[in-house]
């Protein structure tokens, strides 16, 4: 009787499960992945693919503030207000970010911070060249830190003069000092690089290598910069596979704190 009673519910349910089954089976149904880096680097202006929108959240999922505070370890040594090459604040809207090596085998994070606090820097001043006489970049990233040199939203001068790139870059420079870990290092990048993302919405097609950027009057104009990500003077595979790194840490964020820096 328990049985026969119960023959009507499976008679409606049945169904719907059968549908179920051939709506998910059906062409055209498909997990919306993200897609792959492109295996080449077209000249500038390139395309990547976009990081998706909104703040995704996964299993292992992290706030903003915890990846800059616990695993970035973000620490602060800004150009002095008013001297050298923060002498005028030159405020800017990030759009880009603008990944160097240093190419100094001998100065770390800590060495280009003061040299940078202390002028040594200098730059020829010049129209259409270098325009406040100093280099200036926001992060130098070593193994185990990365030091800020500017706030995110004043402007530096580490990449095509008055171009783009330094009116609206982020500029982020690799240590290559001896004992140095270039793969943490360019790991460490990786992941500050998706935290200035998530914190600007800038879109993972517009993190470039300064090679992206030319510069005007300079032979060749662009600089085989980071040498060490490009093939051949050209962004390739290795380029491609930061990206990579770039994407995987930046879908670990979940909606949180996110500091301004």
């Keep these: 009787m328990r049985f026969s009673a119960a023959l009507p519910l499976l008679s409606a349910v049945v ?9 998910c089976s059906a062409p055209g149904v498909a997990l919306q992945g993200y897609p792959p880096p492109p295996q080449s680097y077209p000249p500038p202006p390139q395309s990547y693919p976009s990081p998706p929108t909104g703040s995704p959240v996964t299993a ?16 602060s040594r800004l150009i002095p207000k008013g001297t050298y090459g923060r002498r005028y604040h030159r405020p800017m809207s ?3 970010i603008t990944i160097h090596s240093t190419q100094n085998y001998s100065g770390d994070a800590f060495d280009h911070a003061r040299a940078l606090s202390n002028g040594k820097l200098r730059a020829r001043k010049r129209p259409g060249g270098n325009r406040i006489g100093f280099l200036t970049w926001h992060f ?13 939203r004043e402007q530096g001068e580490h990449a095509d003069f008055n171009g783009p790139g330094n009116n609206y870059s982020v ?42 950027w030319p510069r005007r009057g300079a032979s060749p104009p662009n600089k ?38």
């Design 171 to 212: 500029g982020i420079e690799m240590c290559e000092h001896r004992g140095n870990d270039r793969a943490a290092t360019i790991e460490r990048t990786a992941k500050l690089t998706a935290f200035l993302m998530y914190e600007h919405g800038i879109p993972l097609r517009n993190v470039v290598p300064h090679y992206h």
């Design 94 to 96: 990030p759009r880009y």
């Design 224 to 261: 085989n910069c980071p040498h060490f990500l490009l093939e051949n003077g050209r962004p390739g595979r290795k380029w491609a596979s930061f990206l990579s790194r770039v994407r995987s840490h930046y879908s670990r964020i979940k909606a949180g704190p996110c500091p301004r820096i």
């Design 140 to 152: 130098t990233v070593q193994e185990n830190c990365a030091v800020q040199h500017l706030p995110t």
């Design 60 to 75: 292992r999922g992290i706030t903003p503030e915890q990846l800059l505070r616990s695993e970035i370890r973000v620490i």
């Design 15 to 23: 169904p719907l499960l059968c549908a179920l089954v051939a709506a």
